[in-house]
């Protein structure tokens, strides 16, 4: 059984900031990649940033300069730090791990539950 869990969302004034915290647990052997999607309403989801467990990272076009992602491979933990937040910002921000749990040979992907953050003065 594993799990992801989300932290950090809330609501927040235009130019200010969060950080997102999303911690795996559970019987997991190894996490490859860890990501950060977002989904407004009425809209697909899109992915955030991304990064290896070598901490190479990718942040979309729309968040560069302002969101940084991080992890703590010790802690199976991803983190997003946002900055400058603007109100198209806000949507539910999902977090993804391509992980291989102790009973599986294969790296499969796992979601969490999703935070609201929502940009508005």
């Known amino acids: 059984q594993v799990q992801l869990v989300e932290s950090g969302g809330g609501l927040v004034q235009p130019g200010g900031s969060l950080r997102l915290s999303c911690a795996a647990s559970?019987?997991?052997?190894?996490?490859?990649?860890m990501g950060w999607y977002r989904q407004a309403p009425g809209k697909q989801r899109e992915l955030v940033a991304r990064?290896?467990?070598?901490?190479?990272?990718y942040h979309a076009d729309s968040v560069k300069g302002r969101f940084t992602i991080s992890r703590d491979n010790a802690k199976n933990t991803v983190y997003l730090t946002m900055n400058s937040l603007k109100p198209e910002d806000t949507a539910v921000y999902s977090c993804?791990?391509?992980?291989?749990?102790?009973?599986?040979?294969?790296?499969?992907?796992?979601w969490g539950q999703g935070t609201q953050v929502t940009v508005s003065s």
């Open positions: 990064i290896t467990s070598g901490g190479d990272t």
């Open positions: 993804n791990a391509d992980l291989r749990t102790l009973t599986s040979r294969m790296f499969n992907a796992y």
């Open positions: 559970g019987s997991i052997f190894s996490i490859n990649r």
